[in-house]
């Protein structure tokens, strides 16, 4: 039998942490890279070398129009992983005040904002993006506004819930019996409680969100023409899998490896935070 004081598990948290954060420092030098160093254009075309697979002009290969798959890589960056960013932000800036004051006002009030939040979930989530697209018209945008819409009632229920249960807390109700106002008690005892976990619903949400993103941009509803984003590219590459099979796998494993980082962050922080879990950290 293994001897857990001499030789305790190995760190999984933190290594998928790490992990999970080497990932995305690589993806943000990747996206700085061109502001850097000299690189093509994204949109510049070479009709000449349309197709051509990895070489050392253009080491991931072109696209159909001839321009650098590696250039518009870089170029997606910002595009894709900004985007996924901004819609998460834009989720918490409603689900997060509107989670709070559910959860502290209580009674009526709380039932009448949860039904509202369950009315918007009863529609599929890509559905209600879609009417919020075709309503402000295909654009990455619109996109960002509708995920944004249709996503935040589901992470306004968690805030909630967090929020209840740190209300629960024994120095929480001290600091009621005390006299402490009912915002001052949000700011200094409940949301401090509320964010360690949280941090670890918006990374793994993040990831979701830039699937959804990437999803509406492959189907041509989300980022359009000429702009580099990895769902787009997608898109374009589908016509050309057979004859140039690099067009479709290098942006597919670039949101592979991003949805990956987002998760190793968000399962490091969770067993990070999860003080239950013995030899994890």
């Known amino acids: 039998m293994t001897d857990h004081t001499l030789f305790p598990p190995l760190p999984f948290g933190r290594i998928g942490l790490a992990a999970g954060a080497l990932l995305l420092a690589g993806f943000a030098l990747l996206g700085l890279w061109p502001h850097l160093f000299d690189v093509p254009a994204p949109e510049k075309m070479d009709l000449l070398a349309r197709l051509t697979g990895p070489s050392q002009t253009h080491p991931l290969g072109t696209d159909h129009l001839g321009r650098d798959v590696l250039s518009r890589l870089m170029h997606a960056v910002p595009v894709s992983l900004g985007a996924a960013c901004a819609t998460m932000a834009a989720i918490l800036v409603i689900a997060l005040p509107w989670g709070v004051a559910a959860a502290i006002a209580g009674g009526a009030v709380d039932l009448v904002m949860m039904r509202v939040a369950d009315i918007i979930m009863a529609f599929p989530t890509l559905v209600l993006a879609l009417a919020v697209i075709g309503f402000m018209g295909a654009s990455l945008e619109a996109s960002v506004i509708g995920i944004a819409a249709a996503w935040w009632p ?103 490896m991003a949805v990956l980082a987002l998760n190793l962050i968000g399962e490091g922080l969770r067993t990070f935070l999860d003080t239950r879990a013995p030899y994890t950290w």
């Open 154 to 256: 589901s992470t306004a229920r968690m805030v909630r819930t967090l929020v209840l249960s740190a209300n629960q807390r024994d120095f929480v109700r001290a600091a009621y019996m005390c006299g402490a106002s009912r915002w001052r008690i949000v700011f200094r005892h409940i949301l401090p409680q509320v964010v360690p976990p949280l941090a670890v619903i918006v990374s793994l949400e993040t990831a979701s969100v830039l699937l959804a993103l990437s999803a509406l941009s492959f189907l041509g509803i989300g980022a359009q023409p000429p702009t580099p984003e990895w769902g787009a590219m997608l898109n374009e590459a589908r016509p050309f899998f057979a004859q140039a099979p690099h067009m479709l796998l290098v942006p597919g494993l670039a949101v592979t």
